[in-house]
Nanobody
Framework: QVQVVESGGGLVQAGGSLRVSCVAS????????MGWFRQTPGLEREGIAT????????YYTDSVKGRFTISRDNTKNTLYLQMNSLKPEDTAMYYC?????????????????????WGQGTQVTVSS
């Protein structure tokens, strides 16, 4: 049974930091590009950061470059997103996502590759 469970969301003031995590099970975590997506009401879900299966390559959307860092620990089947210098416009539901096997992470970030597994999401709210 596949499980993808996010945690670590919450309320933070603008300029603050937060780390969200995602623990996965039931599939071969270390063969997948993994990513973080986010969605605000009324807007489409967007990819913000992805990381290759071995962790050696990372990709970010322009709006979070230099502020967010994606990482993974394949020994723990865990994905992380460290978010610094948070802004009110970062307020969203954050979702962990797993690609198919051996998918290009740049393509995955851009939404040109399907998501095989989604988490249930964790809410991040940044107050001004």
């Amino acid at each position: 049974q596949v499980q993808v469970v996010e945690s670590g969301g919450g309320l933070v003031q603008a300029g603050g930091s937060l780390r969200v995590s995602c623990v996965a099970s039931g599939f071969t975590f270390n063969t997948r590009c993994m990513g973080w997506f986010r969605q605000t009401p009324g807007l489409e879900r967007e990819g913000i950061a992805t990381i290759s299966s071995g962790g050696g390559s990372t990709y970010y959307t322009d709006s979070v470059k230099g502020r967010f860092t994606i990482s993974r620990d394949n020994t723990k089947n865990t994905l992380y997103l460290q978010m610094n210098s948070l802004k009110p416009e970062d307020t969203a539901m954050y979702y962990c996502a797993a690609s198919g096997m051996f998918v290009d992470c740049g393509e995955f970030l851009a939404g040109r590759r399907s998501v095989n597994y989604w988490g249930q999401g964790t809410q991040v709210t940044v107050s001004s």
